[in-house]
């Protein structure tokens, strides 16, 4: 995280200079929204689809809306400079000051931007599935909040095993996703992925491979799925803005191809699509 550049309400500041209030509602509640998008040649991927699921969250949190011109000037910011090949820009927006409890005061808006290169992730991964489930009926259920604790926890477990990704069920005991990742599962030569109503995240992978698949005939049904089709699935793969389509080599130690046949085509329609333009 050498090259992490920080922009907080109209200002670049030093990574490690203090720039947020400790009474911020974000810091002390978790009070905000947050977006993670792909950067490739300093250009950020889906940046429009990005700010309107940012929308979605803020008023999920009963929030005022965001300012997305504000947001737009910090990417600009965070961008310049020293080209970023590839790396993460990271926009966040909390309730602002607010007292210690969950009530929430008056207050602006805190903005934050984001920006570090990193390397390209790897190429599949293996991962596993955790005791823990998403809430699909949490009045935060489909929102990217801020209060991402469950998530870290769940990581840490899956890396402890050797992992790259923990994989989660809801409270009826269906497939919901992983930490940062949505999940699909090939079964009897068709993709399926788990609906909305999973309490899944609303990915702009996720989104636009049901879209790409469509437009180009591959069949992706969104459906309900025990968690055990995990067991019996021939192919799975994640979808996240930094993995775009990302083959699992295993899940709970049983080997998959990585990818399969039905994956390598769906990541090259994601290709094909992907290379048409940043903003799709
Ligand atoms: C919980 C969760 N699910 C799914 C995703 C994938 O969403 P996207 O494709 O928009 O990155 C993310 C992204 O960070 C996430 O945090």
């Known amino acids: 995280m050498s090259d992490i550049r920080v922009w907080v309400d109209g200002a670049l500041v030093g990574a490690d200079t203090p720039a947020v209030s400790a009474v911020d509602h974000g810091v002390t509640v978790g009070d905000g929204a947050f977006e993670t998008a792909k950067i490739e040649h300093s250009t950020p991927f889906a940046i429009t689809r990005h ?6 969250t803020v008023a999920g949190l009963g929030l005022p809306p965001a300012d997305h011109a504000r947001i737009r000037e910090g ?11 590839f790396g993460r820009l990271r926009f966040t927006v909390t309730g602002g000051r607010g007292p210690l409890g969950s009530d929430r005061q008056d207050s602006d808006l805190t903005h934050i931007v984001t920006a570090v290169p990193h390397a390209r ?15 699909e009926r949490a009045a935060t259920a489909g929102l990217k909040t801020t209060s991402y604790a469950d ?8 890396k402890h095993q050797g992992a790259h990704e923990a994989l989660l069920a809801n409270t009826r005991g269906e497939l919901c996703e992983a930490t940062g990742s949505n999940v699909f599962v090939v079964v009897d030569g068709v993709v399926r992925t788990p609906p909305l109503a999973s309490g899944c995240l ?4 996720r989104e ?38 990302f083959p699992v080599s295993a899940v709970d130690g049983r080997a998959l191809p990585a990818p399969g046949p039905v994956s390598a085509r769906v990541q090259q329609v994601w290709a094909e699509h992907a290379a048409l333009g940043v903003d799709p």
């Open 51 to 56: 700010l309107r699921r940012l929308d979605r």
């Open 121 to 135: 992730p790897d190429a599949h991964g293996a991962v596993v599935t955790v005791p823990w489930v998403r809430n």
């Open 151 to 158: 998530n870290v926890i769940a990581l840490a477990r899956a």
């Open 202 to 205: 609303a990915g702009i992978t």
């Open 208 to 245: 636009l491979v049901l879209e790409w698949c469509a437009a180009d005939g591959l069949e992706v049904v969104e459906e309900a799925l025990p968690l055990d089709v995990l067991t019996r699935a021939d192919e799975v793969f994640l979808t996240s803005s930094i993995k775009d389509v």
């Open 75 to 85: 990417v600009e910011a965070v961008l310049g400079g020293k080209p970023i090949g």
